[in-house]
């Protein structure tokens, strides 16, 4: 796009006998796009398939969950027998709880005996003849095969633990040190966990009521933004204006105090202190005022491009309430990512636990994990990763397209079924691109989990200049991953309108921010900072609702705990909410873009409405062309 120099509106890229007559809005006539990309993406998920199946096939999460002796039995359940292992295919319905021989040998960090017990013991056991009473009642701490406590050994490997024997207490199948436990209740404050958890359970209809409020007020605030976005955003230049210069006016004013002060007392009586004090904030004034000086000079340049974000709000405002539906695409793709991650976590279960038990000289069994096994791991991370920014790109271009359509249609009352269009198109025409655009945030997203774990790997090491590196290189995968999510969401926009492959998408829309690059930091900065005071806007009167209602109930102790949990909602719902809408001022403003691009207003009429034909440079021969052409049609 072009502009003329001084000039902030938009001017048409062709002359009048050049204006590209095949352009008609969204086009329709469309081809399957990077179909290669769509096979990877189906081979890659028959390969996790085939993960899954290797999973489910040689896994026992039972052993994860809870918790697998040194004779390979799962506590809390009956087992096979283990070829070679005397003490294998033991019952153990009766004895739930996993003891360690050594409490240190919960980190893995050394070799202990493992054992399925009854109870974990309460007391200290600090004799023989405590330890014989214990197994006399069924609550034997030492090895299966122990009858006789005439002739036993002890230590970590041994026939029986090391006395004196700790008291534990039982958590997530564990014998954890009472030590331990206590500690850390100290730390969590059980007492108040458990006032506040009765505090949720007392007030769960007011909880219901105030997440109740938080839909209505996110759908509040978006009539809000359609209609008084304007004055939001402007009140705002007006603050941060006076805001700047009645700093920078402060600071000098406190300078001029000092220095008079200063000036008032002998030379030879002048502290060292006094002095670097005045000279600190005549630094601290200069500088607030150059940045005061740029910054309004920003604001001068970008006023009519912040107006356009304005009517960008306002057009939003207008497109959701044409297709009101689109706000529920969020909830469609957050369930999508809850069933992947619970497909995630399941498999993973089974891929960790998937080894085959192979017994050692002592008798004991380790589990041992073929070298594929590993590499199904970051396999399987890996399709986490796709998987899931496919997913979030499907929704991004459904917004895209069902709003480039209500935009590209004249006779809104005409609109048809537009979500149901988008979604038809993705799946018929462009999974290959959503599957391609994915891939590339999911790439970088895998080095940046693999520069992590060697970061993790590396804590202990002395090589502070690797450990430089490496944090230089996740800073940079982190903006790049950035970068490359914003023109994706671009490219997305550009595919929904003209039907092209990602690349050539890419290409399209990194040329049009390029060249409205003013327009994109005012839409970025001024747009999604009002988007924030919307979601903060919702969350505090959930807050302040909340109050009103629980301030004054008696069966609650901690009234911040329900209230927390409501804002946390609110904040979500807002999230989800108001990110349909940041979609949708991206869209708008590169269907604006667009429009611009292929028509003149003229010879062929602009698809944007009266509000945003303000913006281009033929505005008013535009606007007279289509208020003759709209007389022509009432005649």
């Known amino acids: 796009m072009s502009f003329m120099p001084g000039n902030n509106k938009v001017r048409p890229f062709r002359a009048d006998s050049e204006v590209d007559e095949e352009f008609d809005g969204v086009v329709d006539n469309r081809q399957c796009r990077d179909v290669l ?28 969950i809870f918790g697998v002796d040194s004779y390979g039995n799962v506590c809390g359940q009956e087992n096979e027998d283990i070829p070679g292992v005397q003490l294998s295919g033991l019952n153990m319905k009766d004895k739930r709880y996993l003891f360690y021989f050594e409490d240190t040998a919960l980190t893995g960090s050394i070799d202990s ?27 034997s701490y030492c090895s299966y095969e122990v009858e006789n406590f005439t002739d036993i050994t002890f230590g970590d490997i041994d026939d029986c633990p090391d006395l004196p024997i700790s008291p534990s207490d039982g958590v997530l199948y564990r014998c954890f040190p009472s030590s331990i436990i206590g500690e850390a209740s ?14 949720i359970k007392s007030s769960w ?105 304005v009517a960008l709000f306002k057009e939003s ?54 070298k594929i096994i590993e590499y199904m791991w970051w396999y399987h991370l890996f399709g986490l990763f796709w998987g899931s920014q496919f997913m979030i790109a499907c929704q991004q271009f459904v917004i895209a397209s069902a709003i480039s359509i209500w935009f590209f249609t004249r006779d809104k009352s005409t609109l048809g079924w537009p979500i149901l269009r988008s979604v038809g198109r993705v799946l018929r025409y462009h999974l290959g691109s959503i599957a391609f655009g994915s891939l590339l945030i999911a790439l970088v ?35 790049f991953e950035k970068v490359l999510k914003f023109i994706n969401r671009n490219a997305y926009i550009e595919i929904a309108i003209h039907g092209y492959s990602f690349c050539k998408a890419a290409k399209e829309a990194f040329a049009v921010l390029i060249s409205n690059a003013l327009r994109v930091a005012a839409i970025n900065s001024v747009g999604d900072f009002l988007l924030f005071l919307g979601k903060v806007a919702v969350a505090a009167s959930v807050v302040v609702i909340g109050l009103e209602f629980l301030q004054d109930d008696p069966d609650v102790n901690y009234y911040a705990v329900p209230i927390a949990l409501a804002a946390i909602f609110a904040l979500l719902i807002s999230h989800i909410f108001l990110s349909v809408y940041e979609m949708a ?11 611009c691009k292929a028509n003149d207003g003229i010879v062929k009429p602009y698809y944007m409405s009266k509000d945003l034909m303000k913006f281009v440079e033929n505005a008013a021969k535009a606007r007279a062309a289509l208020e003759k052409r709209e007389r022509v049609v009432l005649t």
């Not at 304007?230 to 006076?242: L, R």
């Open 37 to 64: 990309c769509c096979i990877l993406f189906l081979a890659f998920w028959c390969g996790m398939g085939y993960v899954a199946f290797v999973s489910f096939t040689h896994g026992q999460p039972e052993r994860l």
């Open 445 to 479: 997203m895998f080095a940046r989990f693999v520069l992590g774990y060697i970061q993790s790997k590396l804590k202990g090491s002395q090589n502070e200049l690797l450990k430089y590196i490496l944090k230089c290189l996740q800073c940079c995968l982190w903006c």
């Open 585 to 595: 001022i991206d869209t708008l403003f590169l269907c604006f873009c667009e429009d």
């Open 186 to 199: 100290k730390l969590i404050n059980t007492e108040w966990f458990k006032k506040a958890l009765a505090d």
């Open 113 to 139: 005996k493992k054992l399925c017990v009854a109870a974990c013991p309460n007391d200290t056991i600090s004799t023989m003849e405590e330890l014989e009473a214990y197994a006399d009642i069924g609550l």
């Open 317 to 370: 405002g207008k497109a959701i309430g044409a297709i009101p539906l689109l706000l529920l695409q969020p909830f469609w793709t957050f369930l999508a990512l809850a069933i992947l991650t619970c497909y995630w976590i399941g498999v993973f279960l089974y891929l960790t636990t998937s080894g085959e038990p192979v017994a050692q000289e002592d008798g004991r069994v380790e589990y041992q994990q073929e």
């Open 205 to 309: 209809r007011e909880i219901c009521y105030l997440c109740a409020i938080s839909i209505g007020l996110a759908i509040v605030m978006m009539v809000v933004l359609r209609f008084f976005a304007g004055v939001v955003i402007w009140f705002m230049v007006v603050f941060f204006i006076m805001g700047s210069i009645g700093g920078s006016g402060y600071l000098w004013y406190q300078w001029f105090l000092r220095k008079r002060d200063l000036d008032e007392i002998p030379v030879e009586e002048q502290l060292d202190s006094d002095k670097q004090n005045v000279k600190t904030m005549l630094i601290y004034a200069s500088v607030t005022s150059g940045v005061t000086v740029i910054l309004l000079l920003l604001l001068f340049v970008m006023r009519k491009r912040i107006a356009l974000v």
